[in-house]
């Protein structure tokens, strides 16, 4: 089954909608969707690995806008959709310590979990629930989700065949890794 998932994704990615679908993962990942945007990513510069840098631009730009939809739902709509979101993920006693680190650490705070396993979406409806300074927020973003995507599609472009061999040969290794760290950034947010 994760075979036919997996082959599935590469043809997706292949395809001619294929920017389009990873331009609405990565605005929704950065917003309210668990699915992270490496998901798509991955599998399109491995098919089109000419297209990397371009792939690359458009899952940043996607996901600092979705960052800043984050960014409102935490502040405009908290107490509704964003507490039913916290709430979903299991963070109702965590949003609160947010505002204590945005208020100590500011844009390093988003920087950092920018580039971890910890869900994006987390971090942009927290800055606006804590009414985080907008412009620092997507400037800090913007850095984060680009050397994230940049990196992935960069050494996707330079060692794609070995890397596409790898993923071939251990499937079941990668995607068990890839949910490992799914769960663990989940896992992270919830104990610290």
């Not at 297209?51 to 800043?68: D, N």
């Amino acid at each position: 089954m994760l075979r036919r998932i997996y082959n599935w994704t590469l043809r997706r990615a292949a395809d001619r909608h294929a920017l389009l679908w990873l331009v609405l993962l990565s605005f929704s990942e950065a917003s309210f969707f668990p699915i992270p945007t490496e998901a798509m990513l991955v599998p399109m510069v491995i098919a089109r690995r000419e297209k990397a840098w371009l792939m690359a631009w458009l899952a940043t730009l996607a996901s600092v806008v979705g960052a800043l939809f984050g960014y409102a739902i935490g502040y405009y709509l908290y107490n509704s959709l964003g507490s039913w979101l916290i709430h979903l993920y299991g963070l109702e006693g965590k949003a609160h310590s947010f505002q204590d680190w945005y208020a100590r650490y500011g844009a390093i705070v988003i920087l950092v979990k920018g580039l971890t396993p910890i869900p994006f979406k987390l971090v942009t409806i927290a800055s606006g629930f804590a009414h985080y300074n907008i412009l620092s927020f997507l400037a800090a973003a913007f850095v984060s989700r680009g050397l994230r995507f940049f990196c992935v599609a960069g050494l996707l472009r330079r060692y794609g065949k070995p890397i596409e061999q790898f993923i071939e040969k251990r499937l079941t290794l990668v995607a068990s890794a890839c949910l490992l760290l799914l769960v663990g950034g989940f896992a992270l947010v919830k104990v610290l």
